[in-house]
């Protein structure tokens, strides 16, 4: 069911799960630029034995391992993502997000080729790889959103539809006949609003923005 504490719930997770990605990136830094850090003097005895521990995991044994870890790990957390609901939605833009982010992600690993001080080659390529991931986890929540607004339509809305509504006027000396118009088929109909009796329990309700 959801209700407010199964979304707080999954929320929770999503951000968990994320963080967890971004965590895996960072060791994977921290291994394999781990002369840049030695030059920055960002090294210590407790990271060393940790990362001694995260090396018998085999997380670390290859180099690709770590990265595909992270990513995974971000593509489950944009499952549980939600935002604005846009109409407007370009399934290009995504596929260029997506596309874009994965060819900086993966591609970064040819900037250990070039010739050039660890230092600058770290910094190259943690920012390489850091802009994939942003652009892989922008496009991946485009996408998430644009997957909710395909499988959620409204039945009883479809194509801007409503159901057919009172189009005549029916009053006595008591009625409150309020005009309106409503789009049945893509064609714009005049119908009413008929208060028989305004005399018994009325209600009005409406979300914000309802007309």
Same mark, same amino acid.
């Given at each position: 069911?959801?209700?407010?504490?199964?979304?707080?719930? !999954?929320?929770?997770?999503?951000?968990?799960?994320?963080?967890? @990605?971004?965590?895996?990136?960072?060791?994977?830094?921290?291994?394999?630029?781990?002369?840049?850090?030695?030059?920055?003097?960002?090294?210590?005895?407790?990271?060393?034995?940790?990362?001694?521990?995260?090396?018998?995991?085999?997380?670390?044994?290859?180099?690709?391992?770590?990265? !595909?870890?992270?990513?995974?790990?971000?593509?489950?957390?944009?499952?549980?993502?939600?935002?604005?609901?846009?109409?407007?939605?370009?399934?290009?833009?995504?596929?260029?997000?997506?596309?874009?982010?994965?060819?900086?992600?993966?591609? @970064?690993?040819?900037?250990?080729?070039?010739?050039?001080?660890?230092?600058?080659?770290?910094?190259?390529?943690?920012?390489?790889?850091?802009?994939?991931?942003?652009?892989?986890?922008?496009?991946?929540?485009?996408?998430?959103?644009?997957?909710?607004?395909?499988?959620?339509?409204?039945?009883?809305?479809?194509?801007?539809?409503?159901?057919?509504?009172?189009?005549?006027?029916?009053?006595?000396?008591?009625?409150?006949?309020?005009?309106? !118009?409503?789009?049945?088929?893509?064609?714009?109909?005049? @119908?009413?609003?008929?208060?028989?009796?305004?005399?018994?329990?009325?209600?009005?309700?409406?979300?914000?923005?309802?007309?």
């Amino acid at each position: 069911m959801n209700t407010g504490e199964n979304a707080e719930a !999954l929320r929770k997770i999503t951000d968990l799960t994320r963080k967890c @990605s971004i965590i895996i990136l960072a060791l994977h830094f921290y291994v394999y630029c781990y002369a840049a850090f030695q030059a920055w003097h960002l090294t210590h005895p407790i990271t060393e034995r940790l990362m001694e521990n995260l090396h018998r995991t085999g997380l670390f044994d290859r180099f690709y391992i770590s990265k !595909l870890g992270a990513l995974l790990l971000l593509l489950v957390s944009l499952v549980g993502t939600k935002g604005k609901k846009n109409e407007k939605l370009a399934a290009s833009s995504i596929v260029t997000y997506l596309g874009v982010g994965l060819v900086f992600y993966w591609c @970064s690993y040819w900037l250990f080729f070039i010739t050039a001080p660890p230092t600058v080659v770290a910094s190259v390529y943690m920012l390489v790889t850091g802009i994939g991931f942003l652009l892989v986890l922008h496009g991946g929540a485009l996408l998430s959103r644009l997957l909710k607004n395909k499988l959620n339509k409204d039945i009883f809305n479809r194509l801007q539809e409503t159901f057919p509504q009172e189009e005549r006027l029916l009053n006595n000396e008591y009625s409150i006949n309020l005009p309106a !118009l409503y789009n049945l088929k893509g064609k714009l109909r005049r @119908s009413w609003i008929n208060i028989i009796n305004p005399f018994r329990g009325l209600l009005v309700a409406g979300t914000p923005g309802s007309r």
